[in-house]
Nanobody, 126 residues
Framework: QVRLVESGGGLVQAGGSLRLSCTAS????????LGWFRQAPGKEREFVAA????????FYADSVKGRFTISRDNAKNTVYLQMNSLKPEDTAVYYC???????????????????WGRGTQVTVSS
């Protein structure tokens, strides 16, 4: 069993930055593809960013491209989401997700992920 715990959320003004972390316990993340998703009040969960098992491929939603960066540190069993130039529309609960895979590609479909964290709230004020 893998347990994912997000941290780093909070309240920030528009234009500010936050770095989210997601640390896993129970199993090394080196064989997992990883992703970040978010859900705003009254909206469906949406894809934000994904990183391949090796870490050499990343993919972003158009809404965050150029502002957010996903990275991973397998030695620390942690995946990060650096969020810059935050906008009020980035306000949401952010979730990390993981799935064991032999594929080299990123995974953007939330239905393919097996493990989920409980989320961390990000609020961006205008």
């Amino acid at each position: 069993q893998v347990r994912l715990v997000e941290s780093g959320g909070g309240l920030v003004q528009a234009g500010g930055s936050l770095r989210l972390s997601c640390t896993a316990s129970g199993r090394t993340l080196s064989t997992f593809a990883l992703g970040w998703f978010r859900q705003a009040p009254g909206k469906e969960r949406e894809f934000v960013a994904a990183i391949s098992r090796s870490g050499d491929s990343t993919f972003y939603a158009d809404s965050v491209k150029g502002r957010f960066t996903i990275s991973r540190d397998n030695a620390k069993n942690t995946v990060y989401l650096q969020m810059n130039s935050l906008k009020p529309e980035d306000t949401a609960v952010y979730y990390c997700a993981a799935v064991i895979t032999s594929r080299r590609a990123v995974i953007t479909d939330d239905s393919e992920y097996t493990y989920w964290g409980r989320g961390t709230q990000v609020t961006v004020s205008s």
